[in-house]
Nanobody, 122 residues
């Protein structure tokens, strides 16, 4: 079984910064992409950013040039540095990892964290 533990959410004023972290634990023989998605009330979940196992990032259009995703494979952890935050960034942020649990099973499966609230308000 795989667990994703998120931390770093909270409330911040417009223009401020926050850093989210997500650590994978449990049966994690191999981790492919890791990333962050968000869901605001009444809206669909959307990609914020994801990063490949080799470190190649992909960003959603609304966060380019403001957010930076990174990962530490030795710690099985992905980070999201969020700068110049706007009220429209307010949402629950979910961590996602694509994981192969054990060597005897080649299947990669999607796992999600429980979500962390980010609120941008003055």
């Amino acid at each position: 079984q795989v667990q994703l533990t998120e931390s770093g959410g909270g409330m911040v004023q417009p223009g401020g910064s926050l850093k989210l972290s997500c650590r994978a634990s449990g049966w994690t023989f191999s981790i492919n992409d890791m990333g962050w998605y968000r869901q605001a009330p009444g809206k669909e979940r959307e990609l914020v950013a994801r990063i490949s196992s080799g470190g190649t990032p992909t960003y959603g259009d609304s966060v380019k040039d403001r957010f930076t995703i990174s990962r530490d494979n030795s710690k099985k952890t992905v980070y999201l540095q969020m700068n110049s935050l706007k009220p429209e960034d307010t949402a629950v942020y979910y961590c996602k990892a694509v994981v192969r649990e054990v060597i005897v099973d080649p299947t990669y499966r999607d796992y999600w964290g429980q979500g962390t609230q980010v609120t941008v308000s003055s």
